[in-house]
């Protein structure tokens, strides 16, 4: 049974900063490729970051690249996305799940970030 969880979600100001971490289980974690979505009101789940199985490889979207970061740690099952210069259209929920450049289909409950002054 594939378990996410994401956490580290919540209120910050534009430039602002954010960590988020999601605990995988239920699966032989190190053999697949993660990847961040976010999905804001109104719009379609869209990709941030992906990260292949041995860390070598990542892929972002255009409009967070050079600001975000996917890293993952596979002894402690967990990938995370280091969120740096947050803008006000960061502003959503934020899921893992695996696959590289499309979903496996096991979502978390996703984690809010909302980027406002």
């Known amino acids: 049974q594939v378990q996410l969880v994401e956490s580290g979600g919540g209120l910050v100001q534009p430039g602002g900063s954010l960590r988020l971490s999601c605990a995988a289980s239920g699966f032989t974690f190190s053999s697949y490729a993660m990847s961040w979505y976010r999905q804001a009101p109104g719009k379609e789940r869209e990709l941030v970051a992906a990260?292949?199985?041995?860390?070598?490889?990542?892929n972002y979207a255009d409009s967070v690249k050079g600001r975000f970061t996917i890293s993952r740690d596979n002894a402690k099952n967990t990938v995370f996305l280091q969120m740096n210069s947050l803008k006000p259209e960061d502003t959503a929920v934020y899921y893992c799940t695996r696959g590289w450049a499309t979903p496996l289909g096991a979502w978390g409950q996703g984690t809010q970030v909302t980027v406002s002054s």
């Open positions: 990260i292949n199985a041995g860390a070598y490889n990542r």
